[in-house]
Nanobody, 126 residues
Framework: VQLQASGGGLVQPGGSLRLSCAPS????????IGWYRQAPGKEYEGVSC????????SIADSVKGRFTISSDNAKNTVYLQLNSLKPEDTAVYYC????????????????????WGQGTQVTVSS
């Protein structure tokens, strides 16, 4: 079982990136999947989650209106679209699964009790 995250990079403030998370050993239909991030010197922050049960999504207030999570079942991939990036979005972004088809109910307390993937670095700097 693996989660492969990709798509990070260096981008200027105001720019965009799309992160991808491709599980192997299971499908995106099996669990809620989403993203954590960890900025330098800070704790992990749950950013977003998509439920496998009904496709509903959770987005943390800190990124609402700028980040969008989606799932492509045919490609067995979950995406996180990052728009209007700010320097404070600089972090390592990890994809992870919950141990349920449903995302945690509080969008400002997103957590994952399942599998974690390796992170992908996002750096926002001019």
């Amino acid at each position: 079982v693996q989660l492969q995250a990709s798509g990070g990079g260096l981008v200027q403030p105001g720019g965009s990136l799309r992160l991808s998370c491709a599980p192997s050993g299971f499908t995106v239909d099996d669990y809620a999947i989403g993203w954590y991030r960890q900025a330098p010197g800070k704790e992990y922050e749950g950013v977003s989650c998509i439920s496998s049960s009904d496709g509903s999504t959770s987005i943390a207030d800190s990124v609402k209106g700028r980040f969008t999570i989606s799932s492509d079942n045919a490609k067995n991939t979950v995406y996180l679209q990052l728009n209007s990036l700010k320097p404070e979005d600089t972090a390592v972004y990890y994809c992870a699964t919950h141990d349920s088809p449903h995302c945690p109910p509080d969008n400002n307390n997103i957590y994952f009790h399942g599998y974690w993937g390796q992170g992908t670095q996002v750096t926002v700097s001019s």
